[in-house]
């Protein structure tokens, strides 16, 4: 599976936008850019996914660099409730039997100030 | 009923004891999953089931014997654990993409999970 790259820690403050990157550099044609998060002491919660356009969603945006070896998971105006740690995954598409598994990476721990 | 939910919340048992967890959705989803979360580490995929069979197994201990009985429930039984295996463990569950190969998946929904602990 092709691996991603996202920095260890992030922080920001309540109302302000939040970019969060990751970087693909091995990803493939048919690879989905899947974003999760988890909140302290709960289940992983899908985000959003893209395979080559930029997407939005009521959560979040995702910008899809044009050669998508990069992404951006932007987040309008972090929340307090928006605390956690950041999945980026790459998820195989067609060609493949593989079930949707998702291969998760260290991810981003986002800290949100008052 | 748009989540999953697993049984039991926290359970602690013994290196000889046999348990076993439960999780359930009533979302027509046909892919159901089964990770483990050491603390502070993401988590890890340790089987796939599609439309009630096994299809996926990351080489998981056979300690560990994940049985799906229905399309809606999901059970990993427990036997013989080691204390290395203490760790949450989440459930999740898919649906199909729609009018394609029944092996194509979309977002996963996952569970709050169990927290299992071996003495």
């Known amino acids: 599976d092709a691996k991603t790259t996202q920095p260890n820690s992030m922080e920001s403050n309540e109302e302000e936008p939040v970019h969060l990157p990751c970087n693909h550099s091995t990803i493939s044609g048919t690879d989905y850019i899947h974003w999760y998060r988890q909140l302290p002491s709960q289940g992983p919660e899908y985000v959003i996914h893209?395979?080559?356009s930029n997407v939005n969603n009521r959560m979040a945006s995702l910008a899809i660099a044009e050669d998508r070896k990069s992404s951006t998971l932007i987040l309008h105006r972090a929340t307090l409730r928006d605390a956690a740690v950041y999945y980026c995954i790459l998820r195989r598409g067609a060609g493949g039997t593989s079930y949707g598994k998702l291969t998760f990476g260290q991810g981003t721990i986002l800290t949100v100030h008052p | 009923d748009t989540e999953v939910t697993q049984t039991p919340k926290h359970l602690v048992m013994g290196m000889t004891n046999k348990k076993s967890l439960k999780c359930e959705q009533h979302m027509g989803h046909r892919a159901m999953y089964w990770y483990k979360q050491k603390a502070k580490k993401p988590p890890e995929l340790m089987f796939v089931?599609?439309?009630?069979?096994?299809?996926i197994n990351e080489s998981v201990p056979s300690r560990f014997s994940p049985e799906c009985p229905n399309s809606s429930l999901l059970n990993l039984h427990l036997h013989a654990l080691q204390p290395e295996d203490s760790a949450l463990y989440l459930c999740a569950s898919s649906p199909p993409v729609a009018g394609v190969a029944r092996y194509r998946y979309n977002e996963q929904f996952f569970g709050p999970g169990t927290r299992l602990t071996v003495l």
């Open positions: 893209g395979l080559t």
């Open positions: 089931y599609s439309y009630e069979k096994l299809s």
